[in-house]
C-alpha cells in the first residue's frame, strides 16, 4: 500500500502543481489588462496567495489529522468479541502476538478536535460578519496589486484569497488523509518490530533463567538428599550432631527449628551432652532464629530470650573446648578475616547494636 501511495503522489504532481499555476497567472495576464504592473501584480499575487494558501493547508491539516493517532489500545485478534481486552491489558507476549505494543502520543489529535469544533462554530456563528471581512481584505489586496476601481480590485483579492484557501485545504486535508498517514503508519509499524523483538528476547531470557533455576533448584535437592542420605549411614555417635549440621542448612524457618530441637534432644542426652560442637549448632541455630523473628519485627522481650539461650550455648561450647573460639568468631565477627557472608549463623548478635558488648566478652 505504501509503495502505490508513493506512486501516486509523484504521479499527481503535475496536476497538484499545474492547477494553481494555471489560474494564478491567468489572474496575472488579466490584471494587465487593467493596466497594472506586472511584477506589482505578480509579486503581490504570489504573497496574497501564498499566506491564504498556507491558512488553508493548516485548516486542512487540522481537519484531516490521521485517527491512528488517537492512542487507543488495539482489541485483540476478535474485535467481535465483546468480552474482548485491550492488548495492554494482557500483557508483552500477547500484545507480541496480537497487535500493536506502543501507541502515538494522542495530545496532538485532541487539540485537533477541540480547534475544528471552535472553528466550524464560529464561522457559523460569524459567518455574516466574515463575508464584509473577507470583502475588505480582498480591496486591499487588489490596491496593493495595482487594480483601479473597486470591482477590480475586489475581483483580484477574492479569486487569489478563496483559490488559494481552498486549493491549499483541500491539498493538506488529501495528503494528511493519505501520505502522512502513511508515513505516520510506516514509522510506528517500525517502532512495533523493534520492540517486538526486544520482548521477545526478554522472553526468551527470561526462560532461559528459569530453566537454569529449576535445574540448580533440582541439583541443590538432589545435593541434600545425597548429604542427608551419607548422614544416615553414619555411626550413632556423629550423626546426630550431623543431622543437626544438616538441618541448619535448610530453608527458614523449618530448617532451623528442627536443628534447634534436635540440638535439644541430643544435649539432654547424658551420651551426647558433652559434644562441644552440639552446643555450638544450637547456637547457630538461636542465631538463625533471631535473625527470621527480628526481620518479622518480633518483641523485644522474645528476641532477648532468643540471645540468653544462644549466649548461654556458646558459653557452654568454650568451656568444653576452648579451641572453638577462632571458628566460631569468624561465624559472628563480620570484621575477623576468616568471615564468610555464607557462614553468617552468629552475625546476628553482632548486627545487634544491644548484644553485640554481651558476645563480645565470650567472643572478643
Known amino acids: ?162 483559490a488559494s484557501f481552498v486549493y491549499g485545504f483541500l491539498i493538506a486535508y488529501i495528503y494528511a488523509r493519505t501520505i502522512i498517514a502513511v508515513i505516520f503508519a510506516k514509522a510506528q509499524n517500525e517502532v512495533d518490530d523493534e520492540l517486538r523483538i526486544q520482548l521477545r528476547q526478554m522472553v526468551s531470557e527470561r526462560e532461559v533463567l528459569a530453566s537454569e533455576k529449576a535445574i540448580l533448584q533440582e541439583r541443590e535437592a538432589e545435593g541434600q538428599r545425597r548429604f542427608e542420605a551419607v548422614i544416615n549411614d553414619l555411626p550413632e555417635d556423629i550423626k546426630g550432631p550431623s543431622a543437626v549440621l544438616a538441618a541448619l542448612y535448610g530453608a527458614p524457618p523449618q530448617g532451623f527449628t528442627e536443628a534447634i530441637d534436635k540440638a535439644r534432644r541430643l544435649i539432654a542426652d547424658p551420651a551426647q551432652g558433652s559434644n562441644p560442637r552440639l552446643q555450638a549448632y544450637l547456637a547457630f541455630g538461636l542465631g538463625q532464629k533471631y535473625r527470621f523473628e527480628h526481620e518479622r519485627a518480633a518483641p523485644t522481650a522474645d528476641l532477648k530470650l532468643i540471645a540468653t539461650e544462644a549466649h548461654a550455648a556458646i558459653e557452654r561450647a568454650l568451656a568444653i573446648d576452648a579451641g572453638l573460639k577462632p571458628w566460631m568468631h569468624s561465624l559472628w565477627s563480620r570484621e575477623d578475616p576468616g568471615f564468610l557472608p555464607s557462614e553468617d549463623d552468629l552475625t546476628p548478635f553482632w548486627d545487634s547494636l544491644d548484644e553485640r558488648p554481651r558476645f563480645a566478652d565470650l567472643l572478643g
Open 1 to 162: 500500500m505504501a509503495t502505490t501511495v508513493e506512486k501516486n503522489r509523484f504521479g499527481q504532481f503535475p496536476v497538484i502543481v499545474g492547477i494553481p499555476v494555471a489560474v494564478f497567472f491567468t489572474l496575472i495576464f488579466i490584471s494587465l489588462g487593467q493596466g497594472a504592473s506586472f511584477w506589482r501584480t505578480l509579486g503581490t499575487g504570489l504573497l496574497v496567495g501564498s499566506a491564504s494558501g498556507l491558512m488553508g493547508a493548516f485548516f486542512g491539516f487540522l481537519f484531516g489529522m490521521p485517527r491512528d493517532l488517537s492512542g487507543r489500545p488495539g482489541l485483540q485478534k476478535t474485535p467481535d468479541d465483546p468480552n474482548a481486552t485491550p492488548l495492554a491489558a494482557v500483557g508483552p507476549a500477547a500484545a507480541m502476538e496480537n497487535g500493536r505494543i506502543a501507541w502515538a502520543n494522542n495530545n496532538l489529535v485532541e487539540v485537533s478536535d477541540w480547534l475544528t469544533k471552535i472553528i466550524v462554530g464560529i464561522g457559523l456563528v460569524e459567518f455574516r460578519a466574515l463575508v464584509p471581512w473577507i470583502g475588505g481584505i480582498s480591496e486591499t489586496a487588489g490596491i496593493a496589486a495595482g487594480f483601479n476601481g473597486t470591482s477590480a480590485q475586489a475581483t483580484f483579492g477574492v479569486s487569489i484569497i478563496l
